[in-house]
């Protein structure tokens, strides 16, 4: 294809993912309350009353939420353009059918993300943000719905981004970007990043929250690694028969 196909092709792509985020963001309209009472449930015996401070602030936490349920909801649609997208320059059946794959496992580990901050780490972090706010102030702790609807969905969408760890140490190993040896190397060093990622993921002061976030984080560098191992041989493989091609 040439430059210009891979364009139009990009665009019509780009084209459907808005489409299908419209859709389900417009469903979602719909389910407003309900969406809004599962996102402050985290913050039920935290947090008695949320504030509106403006008139026109219902309008836009509406469509926030409506917004962010559509992407969130539209998910699926939009690996699967992905994969059309890139399908046409993989070169057989094979390549295609381990792309499906890859982009199934990294939408699986999206949503084990999501799941993870909503019931592990999203209670313990609003629990010590808002009782270091009563630290701060004399009388009681007022939050606006809006700031707590951004500050949930922008956790969740982190969790699952995060859990992408293995996939992306996959694919920059494909593209030659990193190594396994590199990984296993640098072991130290990201264990001590990671940890301070958590930290500041998860301000709280209580070890046993930094630990329950910090040791999946963990875990997923270690199966990034071993990611990052069948890559590696993989390409030595292909080299491999390249080179026994080349020899007859």
Known sequence: ?????????????????????????????LFTEQILSF????????????LILKPIESVSIYIKTA??????????????????????????????????????????LFLAGIVFIYFAVLPRALSFLISLSYGLSDSSVSITLSSYISFVVSLLFCGGLIFQIPVMSFFLTKAGVLTPSFLTSKRKEAYFALIVFAAIITPTTDVFSLTLFAVPIIILYEIGAVFSKAAYKSQIKQIGEIYEKQRE
């Open 1 to 29: 294809m040439s430059v210009i196909s891979h364009l139009e092709e990009l665009r019509r792509r780009l084209f459907f993912c808005l489409v299908c985020i419209f859709v389900f963001s417009s469903l979602s309209l």
């Open 39 to 50: 996102l402050k449930a985290p913050s039920k015996d935290l947090i008695k009353t949320f």
């Open 67 to 108: 917004l962010f349920s559509g992407l969130f909801f539209s998910a699926p649609f939009v690996f699967f353009q992905i994969f059309k997208f890139i399908s046409p320059a993989l070169e057989n059946g094979a390549n295609k059918n381990f792309a499906l794959k890859a982009l199934f496992i990294s939408f699986v």
